[in-house]
């Protein structure tokens, strides 16, 4: 028995079919707060229609893709803050954006804010599920790592309240069989943490889907809009590269209300180099044929985690922490 073997990766068939996923990120520009759900399915669809024409299999929309990105605000009226989360996926026009997906037969991910019923009462995450070609929901996901702050702070331009308006999400980070693979998601904040990649690697994910709101400043901190852009695209090609997965990292791009977004929306390969990337602030769709095979020569080789990681030894690092 080889080594490999005897660490549970199967040989190679000689008959073996590439897992080749063509992917659509579909980049969104600003979603202003009086845009209503019926205008933002009608955006969503048209890229979603341009990437069945490109014969994709899979589209890949931004973090909160069905509103503007409302914890930049106050929001003081109840019945405002209510209507920008979704009670079921899907309800309302989001229904129409699901059978146009089952009727081209094309699957997406998609990020929104949930309002989850519960027998404690209402819940709140950054969501996004994976649907699959025939409509269904193939996995859900809730945002673990929430930027900003509770407190509003009125001398900021903007505000940054997610750990106000949601609560970390209970998911973990699951990853999914879809496509032949293994597929995971994860939601903007979540893309600068080495856990999250790392995490879904230790299950084998070959695919994560990545929506993002990033302004091009932050009131907090003292960065250039310059090093933000840097750092947006380190993370995840980091992330793609020492985890061997395909990493689709989608933005938000444009000035929404006022606020100026990151675009840089990029398909990312495994060994960490971005194979596509939008050229655009506005609704761009970029598309790449995503081998999951392309993640074995890592998985199988440097960044084998059953063969080359050694978590025994990391105990005074978790003792420190
Ligand atoms: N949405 C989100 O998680 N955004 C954060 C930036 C917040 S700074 C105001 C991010 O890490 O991109």
Not at 282 to 299: H, I, Y
Request: with cysteine; hydrophobic share 40%; net charge negative.
């Amino acid at each position: 028995m080889s080594a490999l073997e005897y660490l549970g990766n199967p040989p190679i068939a000689s008959d073996h079919q590439p897992r080749i996923v063509r992917v659509a990120a579909a980049q969104l520009g600003p979603i202003a707060k009086q845009e209503n759900r019926e205008q933002v399915v009608k955006r969503l669809t048209a890229l979603l229609q341009q990437a069945a024409a490109e014969r994709c299999d899979l589209v890949v929309y931004p973090e909160m893709a069905l509103t503007t990105f409302f914890p930049h605000w106050e929001v003081s009226d109840p019945a405002e803050l209510e209507s920008y989360y979704e009670k079921a996926m899907p309800e309302g026009p989001v229904v129409r954006l699901f059978e146009e997906a089952a009727r081209l037969k094309i699957s997406f991910s998609l990020g929104y804010a949930e309002l989850a019923t519960t027998p404690q009462g209402p819940r709140h995450f950054n969501s996004s599920v994976l649907v699959g070609k025939d409509g269904g929901i193939i996995g859900k996901y809730r945002k673990v790592h929430l930027p900003g702050h509770v407190d509003i702070r009125p001398q900021d331009p903007f505000q940054n309240l997610e750990k106000l308006y949601f609560e970390v999400g209970d998911l973990g980070f699951p990853v999914f069989e879809a496509f032949g693979g293994k597929l995971g998601m994860c939601i903007c904040n979540d893309r600068r943490w080495p856990e999250t990649y790392r995490l879904m690697a230790l299950k084998g994910v070959e695919l994560i889907t990545l929506g993002y709101n990033t302004p091009l400043f932050n009131p907090d901190q003292t960065q250039s809009p310059e090093q933000r852009r840097f750092h947006n695209h380190l993370c995840m090609q980091a992330g793609a590269y020492q985890n061997s997965t395909w990493v689709v990292g989608v933005a938000k791009a444009g000035i929404e209300e006022g606020v100026e977004m990151m675009a840089g929306t990029c398909i990312i390969a495994p060994t960490g180099e971005i194979v596509v990337q939008t050229r655009t602030l506005g609704d761009e769709l970029v598309v790449a044929d995503c081998n999951l095979d392309a993640c074995t020569p890592g998985k199988r080789g440097e960044f084998d985690l059953a063969l080359n990681r050694r978590p025994e030894h990391y105990g005074l690092l978790v003792e420190a922490a």
